[in-house]
């Protein structure tokens, strides 16, 4: 028989969060997991009542019941589909740090030595990252995987290595200035990641080239730090805490118009600054104030160009394009148009329709490295749809998503379908002087 563990306190969770749900049932379809195991435990009806039955002691936290709660993606595809307004993030996020707590912050080695002592830290990652390029240079990494040496390695480090895109060549380090070109426009500062620093280093560059070109002066400060969404959403709420105030420090707000954020998990993360400081401090003014202000200012890249007014690019680029919809924008930030608009002026862009566009590919964060099944199984109900468009090219606004739908056409041997960031897109295409560049 399973043991329960120690009931978690819930008392920062205000109770009518759980009374706004109805148990209607209209979000279950929305609801990657419960359409993958059929479970009603696995729902988010389902969950909301096993957190409310744990809050009122109706039932335990037994290894079970948590088991149904760590299975959820926290992709908020249910808070879409809700005609109640339930907010279920605020539910299963405070959830989560009371799980934590309650068990003693027992983590085990995974999260403590690589969530969250190398993925916050760009420098530490980078490094880490040095023997996989020489691997991919030598092409040792297929040798390994070919041989069977690969299955030496802890089951989640297989999963990393199994992730990792192919690793390019990296840009100079990004400047703490860069002037807008031409007319002024705005003054923005940009967010630039963790792992997305570390991995995807060229689409800050991409970013911070097509402010630039659209009358952008660009602030890079070096203080900042990681979001925080990998400890937040883990359960670890004290040192989410610190990094939202180590990046509400290293940002001047008085000289920016606005926060600019390429990943949409990290804009989230930021966008909810005043509500985790809500939760976790339980207080109002002080903290949540600061950190509700620095919220107000952080816009995701496509969110602040649309608003801007986009120049139009000139350079072509003949592709097929799916556009990925990355849970982290469309159900938390409700960006859905302005990606799609972006590419839709670039010449010669034709954007393809996709199934099921706004269920999860099974990425969320670091859920990719720590449940492994029911992420392949969603990764290839993703990548089956995207093939299925006939698409050239993935365009996704998430890098978590990006390295899950890279690796899982990987899979299925199709490589040659390229996945990349808006802003690259729009990138290129403001620089292509040649009248055409096929992809
Ligand atoms: S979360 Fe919303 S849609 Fe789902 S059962 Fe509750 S009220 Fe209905
Ligand atoms: S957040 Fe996503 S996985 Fe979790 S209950 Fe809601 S729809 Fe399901």
């Known amino acids: 028989m399973s043991t329960p563990e120690k009931q978690p306190s819930t008392a920062e969770i205000p109770y009518e969060r759980f009374l706004d749900c109805v148990h209607c049932g209209l979000c279950t379809s929305a609801c990657p997991t419960y359409l993958e195991t059929g479970n009603e435990n696995d729902s988010p009806r389902g969950r909301i009542y096993l957190m409310r039955a ?25 808070e879409t589909a809700c005609p109640s307004g339930v907010q279920y993030g605020r539910l299963i996020e405070p959830f989560r740090v009371s799980m934590r707590q309650s068990s003693g912050n027992n983590q085990d080695w995974f999260h403590r030595w690589i969530l969250y002592g190398l993925f916050p830290y760009p420098r530490r990652l980078r490094w880490a990252l040095g023997p996989a390029k020489l691997m991919q240079l030598l092409k040792l990494d297929r040798l390994i995987e070919s041989t069977g040496l690969i299955k030496l390695l802890p089951q989640r480090l297989q999963r990393m290595q199994r992730l ?21 426009r705005a003054t923005v500062a940009l967010f630039t990641g963790c792992v997305a620093e570390a991995m995807f280093h060229h689409v800050n560059w991409a970013t911070a080239r097509v402010l630039q070109h659209n009358g952008c002066d660009v602030h890079i400060p070096k203080s900042q730090a990681c979001c925080g969404a990998i400890h937040y959403h883990s359960g670890a709420g004290e040192p989410a805490m610190e990094l939202a105030e180590q990046n509400q420090r290293a940002f001047d707000l008085e000289q920016v118009d606005a926060v600019i954020v390429n990943v949409a998990g990290c804009g989230s993360m930021l966008k909810d600054y005043g509500h985790m400081a809500a939760e976790l401090t339980g207080e109002e003014g002080g903290r949540t104030a600061s950190l509700k202000s620095f919220a107000a200012k952080v816009k995701d890249v496509s969110e602040f160009l649309a608003t801007l007014g986009p120049i139009t690019p000139t350079g072509q680029i003949s592709a097929k394009v799916a556009y990925h919809d990355a849970c982290h924008l469309c159900h938390a930030q409700q960006i859905r148009q302005q990606p799609r608009q972006l590419l839709s002026m670039i010449p010669g862009i034709e954007i393809v329709p996709v199934e099921e566009p706004e269920i999860c590919c099974g990425a969320a964060g670091s859920y990719n490295l720590t449940e492994a099944e029911m992420s392949d199984r969603l990764g290839q109900r993703k990548a089956k749809n995207l093939l299925a468009t006939g698409a050239t090219m993935v365009v996704s606004g998430n890098a978590g998503c990006s390295l899950q739908i890279q690796a899982m056409l990987r899979q299925q041997g199709r490589e040659d379908v390229a996945v990349i960031h808006p802003v690259e897109l729009l990138d290129r295409a403001y620089q292509a002087n040649s009248p055409s560049v096929t992809h």
């Open 54 to 78: 744990v809050t009122d002691e109706r039932i335990e936290l037994t290894p079970a019941v948590s088991r149904h709660l760590d299975l959820c993606l926290d992709c908020r595809s249910c």
């Open 164 to 184: 990792l895109p192919p690793l390019k060549p990296r840009e100079p380090d990004l400047p703490e200035f860069l002037p807008a070109i031409g007319e002024k």
